[in-house]
């Protein structure tokens, strides 16, 4: 298996895997995907067997048969899972992109080009956008192997040009990408003698874009929501833990005198002024000081607050507040379309916010 094929099956059955909370086969599936993803092949085939004979049009089974079928060899057999899933569903991205991985193992490389190119005019991904520079390097390739073979035997030295004009139009093949075989080639996909160095910036990284999530109070939701975005091919996911302090109520007072007694007498002045609820404070921080209420609006506290300001006073208002349990967030750097993104979270974490972000 190529390079490309063994990255995107690879990617496509973590794509699945986000999408099998549509097949009804519930943990049967999921079990089976993991089988998969760790190359239990014959394990995971056992328990997909039971799964498609019961439910043979699922969409999300099939295309894991067909990933496996691909995994096994059954290149054929993995190729008509993946087509009928494309004519289908036009929009399932991940039957395009395997029938695209299939297609290049068998050297189909101009059907693989179209299939990934169709796939970016509908939603720019940086997966794709990388694995199509593969392709465009494989494609070099093969026009600089046809290229030296006309050179080599023909011994003209204005054929040598015309081969290597050959070449240039691959090379200009490969860049009208906008550097994905670039990226691909630094990844260790292509011969830097023979591949082009330019242009510099990859469409990969141009896709790239940055999330930010609400508070998870949930630890445990929490390293599934940072997993969510590693499947959905995120370079990275970075968690952030604080804590919060939260307004319990509000307290107005008068600030401590110097003694109980001048305490009390303060406390009887301010009743002489019609003002009522209230008691000096015994103990603590603000022992001595008169207390003129503990409220849980703001509003009423400032309203209390105003009433002793007309009559002279200079009270305080104080919040007490008490910690919450901590909480998370994570900012993740991920590719593609931030619409389709922001869809797929919100049905899969309903309760939390995403949000585009700044990267750093």
């Known amino acids: 298996m190529t390079r490309i094929g063994k990255t995107l099956v690879a990617s ?9 909370a549509a097949a009804a086969a519930g943990d049967g599936f999921d079990r089976a995907l993991s089988l998969a993803s760790e190359g239990r092949h014959a394990d995971a085939r056992r328990l997909l067997g039971p799964l498609l004979e019961s439910e043979p049009g699922d969409p999300q089974l099939r295309l894991l048969d067909g990933i496996l079928q691909m995994q096994e060899g059954r290149r054929d057999e993995a190729i008509a899972v993946f087509s009928g899933l494309a004519r289908e569903y036009p929009d ?3 039957a395009h992109n395997n029938l695209a991985v299939a297609y290049v193992e068998e050297g189909r490389l101009e059907e693989a080009r179209a299939i990934l190119a169709a796939i970016l005019e509908r939603s720019p991904s940086a997966a794709v956008y990388r694995n199509l520079g593969d392709i465009y390097v494989q494609l070099a390739r093969r026009a ?3 290229g030296r073979g ?6 003209d030295g204005d054929q040598g040009r015309d081969a290597g004009a050959e070449l240039m139009h691959a090379r200009d093949a490969a860049g009208s990408t906008s550097g994905a075989a670039t990226a691909a080639t630094r990844e260790g996909g292509g011969d830097p003698d023979t591949l082009p160095a330019e242009p510099q910036r990859s469409v ?20 599934e929501a940072r997993q969510w975005f590693r499947a959905r091919g995120a370079g990275s996911a970075q968690v952030a833990r604080g804590s919060r302090e939260t307004v319990r109520s509000y307290r107005v007072y008068l600030p401590p005198l110097e003694s109980r007694s001048s305490a009390r007498e303060k406390m009887r002045e301010v009743q002489e002024q019609g003002v009522h609820d209230i008691a000096v404070v015994l103990s603590g921080a603000l022992r001595n ?7 849980a609006r703001e509003a009423n506290a400032k309203r209390r607050m105003a009433q002793l300001e007309g009559l002279g006073y200079a009270p305080v208002l104080e919040p007490n507040t008490r910690e919450v349990a901590a909480y998370a967030t994570i900012e993740a750097r991920v590719g593609g379309s ?9 049905s899969r974490f309903p309760d939390q916010t995403v949000r585009q972000v700044d990267c750093d």
Not at 210 to 222: W, Y
Not at 289 to 295: C, E, F, K, M, R
Not at 338 to 346: C, E, F, K, N, R
């Open 12 to 20: 496509v059955a973590l794509a699945a895997m986000l999408l099998s």
């Open 92 to 94: 399932m991205f991940e």
């Open 144 to 146: 600089f192997s046809l």
């Open 150 to 155: 006309v050179g080599g035997t023909a011994g």
């Open 204 to 223: 990969a990284a141009l896709a790239e874009f940055c999330v930010a999530t609400g508070e998870f109070s949930d630890m445990a939701a929490v390293e």
């Open 289 to 295: 000081a008169v207390s003129l209420g503990v409220y």
């Open 338 to 346: 931030y619409d389709s993104l922001s869809d797929a979270w919100a």
